[in-house]
């Protein structure tokens, strides 16, 4: 009797534990403003320049464009640091400029310069009544003007202009007719600048010679543009920076991009940072200036999500913002939240199929330690770390040490391994590889007397078994707690812990055969019956 | 085929006899063995007081050591002694046991041929001590009688020292296997290692199945021994000694190990609170009808 009504309490703690949560979710999904909309991630970008340069007792100034949020693009986090004592921010034809400068610098200077920054990609419609003006009257309208690189009242130019765009015909027509033009000119990798003149002789360009083109077509047939000059967002260093242009379409800066084939619209990684026909680094002669950018995609959800809502009680979601306000990184949270259901698949991992591995919880650890170098290095340093234990281990056992000594050796020559592993890495470019220099020592100290324990009970050929298991268990629970959907879903919705704790406590109570048991007992279950021989 | 077939449905339903980890685990050892009682059989001097008091037959302790600063007088314990075991006393899988055979000029020789000065004996103690075959925690060494192979059925003398395996429900055995090393098994009666899993007829002794590593064989993979059709000798006593260990101690479930010594007959040498279910392969046979609790059974749970 005991057992039953203890039955009934359980049923009853499982029903709260699914019917609390999905109640919630409902409730906040149909009435508390919640837009699934706001469960699609987003790429952000960790953008991060380093401008370097050296001083011979002269002052030293520096200047570049900061980016600019507006309701396309989000800047966040940012941050500065510099060995030029000052720092003054312009506007400058609408642009941001930062303007960093100091007197007498001698000797290597640097500028550190990081930012967060997400966007959203925009198509705009452009209304097919809208015509093209003809060549304007005066040249000193904005953003009709001609210039030594914008040669927009050249004959050549102008001649090419009117018959790609004639005066009076639709204006996305003739956009089309010039947007294909300059995406036909051959592209080439970048040369310096290109003005819209030598574009056209040449039939050749890069991003900004064929930006310049479309930008000079269009002044020249009364059509307001300008150029754009900004970043391709995309995870790695680089230097190069992207040109594109805006045409004005009654109130609206219409994005167009020759090089990379986009009519009137921005995809969500091109980042903007000055209008106009500017270059993005101005400064001092002869200080060996050089600089680089270097891009991280994270993925997330948007933080105004965050924001909203915050006085909502049932809006859990405000326990973010108080981590935040608390200086708690976001993406420490997002770790913990998802360890619940790491520990879920390890349950159903182990008690549904039949898994074994090192540790109970223990490729939950590892799977967290290895966001920092991505599963496949990841997989691969601890594969070989394994491999060097077990040949250490092999070395040192004649020598009939004691255990705990022993462990240390082990442990010893895995930090060697890993420093070594992650120097390797760094010299030759592999980042991935020497984050693995980062691998918590603690995992790696019960990883390594787990393994030894494990060759000392079970023999090594179930030890290399079980590693493989663990390996496999490790990759299951890094593609789920790293799997955007369902980060994204408990970000969100962090009740959803309280369905796994539901889950955990069927799975607890579930009996049934584990998958890797059929196969066990194959010739019990499937065989010719019970008969004897 | 058609066979299959029908197997595999009733299996999709549930419907078959084999007791799963799971199942064994929520259903057997939960229920009927309160962990406060593990240590009683987890810890070999425990289980070997309790059993010596209840009459039933175990190998003879010779000495223990329990402490680091006992270390010094293994020479003066063991110097008088030509053979002996060494065994950890939470040990798990017959890791940590070394079987002693011999003695010859001061040194030591063991079952495999390798020769051990005090030195040697008085480190192995004392990583046991230290708890390497214990996960870790500290332990206890144990010096026991050697025992030696009795005849099983005949005169075949296996390598290593074959055991015999009893699962009792409620102090009922329930099924009983024989375990016999091989040479890939290191003289260890585990199965997992690698030992073969010889299945027992309850009422006759008779052995039925032979299973290793997974596949059927009806001889010893290391030579021409039959395996199966035998008679196991002192059968009766074996079964009687299940029944009275069972009755000794106060956990439902047990998994109780028997060896055959020449000189003493069956010997109790330890038992587990958590016994393997490859039981199950050796005989061909599921153990869950013969568990199977008439209230469980029921559809409500256990009626303590």
């Given at each position: 009797?005991?057992?039953?009504?203890?039955?009934?309490?359980?049923?009853?703690?499982?029903?709260?534990?699914?019917?609390?949560?999905?109640?919630?979710?409902?409730?906040?999904?149909?009435?508390?403003?919640?837009?699934?909309?706001?469960?699609?991630?987003?790429?952000?970008?960790?953008?991060?320049?380093?401008?370097?340069?050296?001083?011979?007792?002269?002052?030293?100034?520096?200047?570049?464009?900061?980016?600019?949020?507006?309701?396309?693009?989000?800047?966040?986090?940012?941050?500065?640091?510099?060995?030029?004592?000052?720092?003054?921010?312009?506007?400058?034809?609408?642009?941001?400029?930062?303007?960093?400068?100091?007197?007498?610098?001698?000797?290597?200077?640097?500028?550190?310069?990081?930012?967060?920054?997400?966007?959203?990609?925009?198509?705009?419609?452009?209304?097919?009544?809208?015509?093209?003006?003809?060549?304007?009257?005066?040249?000193?309208?904005?953003?009709?003007?001609?210039?030594?690189?914008?040669?927009?009242?050249?004959?050549?130019?102008?001649?090419?202009?009117?018959?790609?765009?004639?005066?009076?015909?639709?204006?996305?027509?003739?956009?089309?007719?010039?947007?294909?033009?300059?995406?036909?000119?051959?592209?080439?990798?970048?040369?310096?600048?290109?003005?819209?003149?030598?574009?056209?002789?040449?039939?050749?360009?890069?991003?900004?010679?064929?930006?310049?083109?479309?930008?000079?077509?269009?002044?020249?047939?009364?059509?307001?543009?300008?150029?754009?000059?900004?970043?391709?967002?995309?995870?790695?260093?680089?230097?190069?920076?992207?040109?594109?242009?805006?045409?004005?379409?009654?109130?609206?800066?219409?994005?167009?991009?020759?090089?990379?084939?986009?009519?009137?619209?921005?995809?969500?990684?091109?980042?903007?940072?000055?209008?106009?026909?500017?270059?993005?680094?101005?400064?001092?002669?002869?200080?060996?200036?050089?600089?680089?950018?270097?891009?991280?995609?994270?993925?997330?959800?948007?933080?105004?999500?965050?924001?909203?809502?915050?006085?909502?009680?049932?809006?859990?979601?405000?326990?973010?913002?108080?981590?935040?306000?608390?200086?708690?990184?976001?993406?420490?949270?997002?770790?913990?939240?998802?360890?619940?259901?790491?520990?879920?698949?390890?349950?159903?991992?182990?008690?549904?199929?039949?898994?074994?591995?090192?540790?109970?919880?223990?490729?939950?650890?590892?799977?967290?330690?290895?966001?920092?170098?991505?599963?496949?290095?990841?997989?691969?340093?601890?594969?070989?770390?394994?491999?060097?234990?077990?040949?250490?281990?092999?070395?040192?056992?004649?020598?009939?040490?004691?255990?705990?000594?022993?462990?240390?050796?082990?442990?010893?020559?895995?930090?060697?391994?890993?420093?070594?592993?992650?120097?390797?890495?760094?010299?030759?470019?592999?980042?991935?590889?020497?984050?693995?220099?980062?691998?918590?020592?603690?995992?790696?100290?019960?990883?390594?007397?787990?393994?030894?324990?494990?060759?000392?009970?079970?023999?090594?050929?179930?030890?290399?078994?079980?590693?493989?298991?663990?390996?496999?268990?490790?990759?299951?629970?890094?593609?789920?707690?790293?799997?955007?959907?369902?980060?994204?879903?408990?970000?969100?919705?962090?009740?959803?812990?309280?369905?796994?704790?539901?889950?955990?406590?069927?799975?607890?109570?579930?009996?049934?055969?584990?998958?890797?048991?059929?196969?066990?007992?194959?010739?019990?279950?499937?065989?010719?019956?019970?008969?004897?021989? | 085929?058609?066979?299959?077939?029908?197997?595999?449905?009733?299996?999709?339903?549930?419907?078959?006899?084999?007791?799963?980890?799971?199942?064994?685990?929520?259903?057997?050892?939960?229920?009927?063995?309160?962990?406060?009682?593990?240590?009683?059989?987890?810890?070999?001097?425990?289980?070997?007081?309790?059993?010596?008091?209840?009459?039933?037959p175990v190998p003879e302790?010779?000495?223990?050591?329990?402490?680091?600063?006992?270390?010094?007088?293994?020479?003066?314990?063991?110097?008088?002694?030509t053979d002996f075991v060494?065994?950890?006393?939470?040990?798990?899988?017959?890791?940590?046991?070394?079987v002693i055979v011999d003695?010859?000029?001061?040194?030591?020789?063991?079952a495999?041929?390798?020769?051990?000065?005090?030195?040697?004996?008085?480190?192995?103690?004392?990583?046991?001590?230290?708890?390497?075959?214990?996960?870790?925690?500290?332990?206890?060494?144990?010096?026991e009688e050697r025992l030696v192979q009795a005849s099983l059925f005949g005169e075949e003398r296996f390598p290593g020292l074959p055991d015999i395996?009893?699962?009792?429900?409620?102090?009922?055995?329930?099924?009983?296997?024989l375990?016999i090393p091989?040479?890939?098994?290191?003289g260890?009666a585990?199965?997992?290692?690698?030992?073969?899993?010889?299945?027992?007829?309850?009422?006759?002794?008779?052995?039925?199945?032979?299973?290793?590593?997974?596949?059927?064989?009806?001889?010893?993979?290391?030579?021409?021994w039959?395996?199966?059709?035998r008679k196991l000798q002192a059968w009766?006593r074996i079964?009687?000694m299940?029944?009275?260990?069972?009755?000794?101690?106060?956990?439902?479930?047990?998994?109780?190990?028997l060896a055959l010594d020449s000189r003493r007959g069956p010997l109790v040498l330890?038992?587990?609170?958590?016994?393997?279910?490859?039981?199950?392969?050796?005989?061909?046979?599921?153990?869950?009808?013969?568990?199977?609790?008439?209230?469980?059974?029921?559809?409500?749970?256990?009626?303590?």
């Open positions: 009797m005991v057992s039953a009504s203890r039955g009934t309490i359980l049923g009853g703690v499982f029903v709260l534990l699914l019917g609390i949560p999905l109640s919630l979710i409902l409730y906040k999904t149909t009435r508390g403003g919640y837009t699934l909309d706001s469960l699609v991630p987003v790429h952000m970008y960790d953008v991060s320049l380093d401008m370097t340069f050296s001083g011979y007792g002269d002052s030293i100034r520096v200047e570049t464009f900061l980016p600019m949020a507006d309701k396309r693009v989000t800047i966040e986090e940012e941050r500065r640091t510099s060995d030029l004592p000052l720092y003054a921010e312009h506007r400058e034809h609408g642009n941001r400029l930062g303007v960093w400068s100091g007197p007498d610098q001698r000797g290597p200077r640097a500028i550190h310069l990081e930012y967060r920054s997400y966007a959203k990609a925009f198509t705009y419609r452009i209304d097919p009544d809208i015509k093209v003006p003809g060549p304007p009257a005066a040249d000193n309208l904005p953003y009709l003007d001609t210039t030594t690189t914008i040669q927009a009242d050249d004959p050549e130019i102008t001649a090419l202009a009117a018959r790609l765009a004639p005066t009076g015909s639709s204006l996305v027509e003739a956009l089309h007719s010039i947007q294909d033009y300059c995406y036909g000119l051959t592209g080439v990798s970048f040369k310096g600048t290109t003005d819209a003149l030598t574009a056209l002789r040449l039939g050749e360009a890069s991003c900004n010679g064929k930006s310049r083109l479309f930008v000079a077509l269009c002044r020249s047939q009364g059509i307001p543009a300008r150029l754009v000059g900004g970043l391709i967002l995309e995870t790695g260093r680089k230097r190069t920076s992207h040109q594109w242009l805006e045409v004005l379409v009654g109130p609206y800066w219409v994005p167009f991009c020759p090089t990379n084939g986009y009519f009137a619209s921005i995809p969500s990684r091109y980042l903007p940072l000055y209008r106009g026909d500017e270059v993005l680094f101005r400064h001092s002669r002869d200080i060996n200036f050089d600089y680089a950018f270097t891009i991280v995609r994270r993925d997330g959800i948007r933080a105004e999500l965050l924001q909203q809502g915050l006085h909502d009680p049932l809006n859990l979601m405000s326990i973010w913002e108080t981590f935040r306000s608390a200086g708690i990184p976001f993406e420490l949270l997002k770790v913990l939240l998802m360890i619940p259901l790491g520990t879920l698949v390890l349950v159903i991992l182990r008690n549904v199929v039949g898994l074994q591995t090192f540790g109970t919880f223990l490729p939950i650890l590892i799977a967290i330690a290895f966001r920092q170098t991505g599963l496949y290095w990841g997989l691969l340093a601890f594969m070989t770390l394994i491999i060097l234990i077990f040949l250490v281990r092999q070395v040192i056992q004649p020598l009939g040490l004691l255990h705990i000594p022993q462990m240390a050796i082990l442990l010893s020559f895995s930090v060697i391994f890993i420093l070594a592993l992650g120097a390797i890495g760094a010299r030759s470019g592999f980042l991935n590889l020497a984050s693995v220099s980062l691998f918590p020592i603690a995992i790696m100290a019960i990883t390594t007397e787990r393994f030894s324990l494990m060759i000392e009970e079970e023999g090594i050929r179930r030890t290399a078994e079980i590693t493989l298991m663990t390996a496999l268990g490790i990759a299951c629970c890094y593609w789920v707690m790293n799997a955007m959907a369902f980060q994204i879903l408990f970000m969100t919705f962090p009740e959803l812990v309280l369905v796994v704790l539901a889950l955990n406590i069927w799975l607890g109570r579930w009996i049934g055969m584990r998958v890797m048991e059929f196969w066990r007992f194959r010739h019990l279950l499937f065989g010719q019956g019970g008969g004897r021989a | 085929m058609l066979d299959f077939l029908r197997n595999a449905a009733l299996v999709l339903k549930g419907d078959h006899p084999v007791l799963g980890i799971n199942a064994r685990n929520r259903t057997l050892v939960y229920r009927e063995n309160s962990r406060r009682h593990y240590p009683l059989a987890d810890d070999k001097l425990r289980t070997k007081e309790i059993l010596k008091a209840a009459g039933v302790t010779l000495g223990t050591f329990s402490w680091m600063h006992e270390l010094g007088r293994v020479e003066s314990t063991l110097g008088k002694l060494i065994k950890p006393a939470q040990g798990k899988a017959g890791n940590g046991i070394l003695r010859r000029d001061g040194r030591w020789l063991d495999g041929g390798n020769t051990w000065d005090t030195d040697g004996i008085t480190r192995h103690i004392g990583d046991i001590i230290f708890g390497n075959y214990a996960h870790g925690l500290s332990d206890q060494a144990l010096i395996r009893v699962i009792t429900h409620r102090g009922r055995p329930v099924m009983a296997m375990r091989t040479a890939a098994s290191g260890k585990n199965l997992h290692q690698g030992a073969v899993g010889v299945g027992l007829d309850l009422d006759t002794g008779m052995t039925t199945y032979a299973c290793h590593q997974g596949r059927f064989l009806t001889h010893h993979p290391d030579g021409r039959r395996l199966i059709g009766d079964l009687d299940g029944r009275l260990t069972a009755a000794a101690m106060p956990l439902g479930y047990l998994g109780i190990d330890e038992v587990n609170v958590r016994p393997g279910l490859e039981i199950q392969n050796a005989n061909l046979e599921g153990l869950e009808p013969l568990v199977a609790d008439p209230v469980h059974m029921g559809g409500k749970g256990g009626a303590e």
